[in-house]
């Protein structure tokens, strides 16, 4: 017996593809350089430790929360030209933002760059996703990956407005319009959001929106809202909980660089599995080995346990595509959507997760906090098993 493989991804495509990830790449630079530069902007404009917080909030709510919205929004309208123009937006408001001697100003610059990630996490998932026949996972992967990149390089970049001052993040608008025009150039602003066959989408058309899809929609945002709670705890808490482990903030830094390395890999290894042996199988998976990882993390020591904080970095990023595929299986008629609620609001809701561990940390002490979100990765993994398959996989040939 032999699998029927799956048709490539046409030349000109792949262009488009790698054209709409350098984007995505620029986005989450944009995204990932102002978090390291919260103290100078706190030191130049007098602000209050609520006052830097809350900008820190409000940039990220932004670009998560209502990312359901506007995919909803998206998917009514046919218009990818979008993409292009949101990666202009986000460099504009973010490369100006060193010149703002006003605390109310620059919120709203970072509020409003931060709308352009929202557009741009769930338009250009879909485009990535469309432009790829049926390897969907492999597709959505790439796109992934090269932007995971984006947050290692932006930690290394912010070195030269914190050496050099906040006014020289002006010039970081240079790439980020070079990689615009890049995508023009590429023709992304021409593709058609769904590049599905015309049976394929009367299929979707005629699929009606039931209760139960909507019941099983809510439990892949809980997962993934688990997942990404866990995500985000790791670098926040993570040299706290290294430190009862005897592993200096020195070390803890130097731990976090590799783990933010090796998880944008993956993205590719999940999006590939997802095409081989079907997206709930890895998300199954992926959910067991984080599971497993996180375990050895909180509760053992040495090396065991700082090789299991990289692990458990790979396979959550390993489970975002078919997270992602399984979500849209559910909502053939909004494709967008289905994206934004897990890449946007289940990270919004994770965020919250991850002020309630803080909560319990100053209370019980950190290592209690990891006790407890073990307990959640465990609850929705196991919720897990009960979500439906995605699409069948390729028959098999005798």
Not at 263 to 282: P, Q, W
Not at 294 to 304: D, E, I, K, N
Not at 373 to 394: C, D, H, R
Request: net charge positive.
């Amino acid at each position: 017996m032999r699998i029927d493989m799956q048709k490539p991804i046409r030349e000109d495509n792949i262009v488009k593809l790698l054209a709409i990830s350098a984007g995505h790449f620029m986005n989450d630079f944009y995204v990932g350089i102002i978090p390291p530069l919260l103290f100078l902007f706190k030191e130049n404009l007098s602000l209050s430790l609520t006052q830097q917080g809350f900008i820190a909030f409000m940039f990220t709510a932004s670009g998560t929360w209502i990312q359901p919205i506007i995919g909803y929004m998206v998917d009514r309208r046919d218009r990818t030209w979008l993409l292009t123009v949101s990666l202009v937006w986000i460099s504009v408001w973010v490369c100006i933002s060193g010149f703002i001697t006003n605390y109310y100003l620059l919120l709203l610059a970072l509020l409003l760059g931060g709308v352009s990630s929202a557009l741009y996490h769930p338009l250009g998932s879909a485009i990535a996703i469309g432009l790829a026949n049926r390897r969907a996972g492999t597709s959505l992967s790439v796109f992934m990956t090269v932007g995971g990149f984006a947050i290692a390089v932006s930690a290394v970049a912010a070195l030269i407005p914190i050496r050099y001052g906040l006014d020289k993040l002006v010039y970081f608008i240079i790439p980020g319009l070079a990689v615009s025009l890049l995508m023009y150039l590429a023709k992304t602003h021409e593709i058609k959001l769904n590049q599905e066959s015309a049976a394929a989408v009367d299929r979707a058309v005629k699929t009606p929106l039931t209760s139960s899809a909507l019941l099983w929609v809510a439990i892949l945002v809980v997962i993934s809202a688990a997942r990404n709670w866990l995500r985000i705890s790791l670098p926040t808490y993570g040299a706290q909980l290294f430190l009862t482990k005897s592993v200096s903030p020195e070390s803890f830094s130097l731990l976090l660089s590799i783990q933010y390395f090796a998880a944008s890999f993956g993205n590719i290894g999940g999006g590939y599995l997802s095409d081989i042996i079907g997206t709930k199988r890895v998300l199954i998976l992926t959910m067991v080995l984080i599971i497993a990882c996180l375990g050895a993390t909180v509760y053992s020591t040495g090396v065991m346990a700082m090789a299991s904080f990289v692990l458990t970095g790979i396979f959550i990023s390993a489970s975002n595509s078919a997270n992602i595929l399984l979500t849209r299986d559910l909502l053939p008629n909004n494709a967008t959507l289905a994206t934004g609620l897990i890449m946007g609001l289940a990270t919004g809701i994770g965020s919250l997760g991850v002020l309630l561990q803080g909560y319990l940390g100053d209370i019980y002490g950190i290592p209690f906090s990891f006790v407890c979100l073990f307990i959640t990765v465990v609850v929705s993994g196991l919720l897990t098993i009960t979500v439906p398959a995605g699409k069948k996989q390729p028959a098999r040939d005798d």
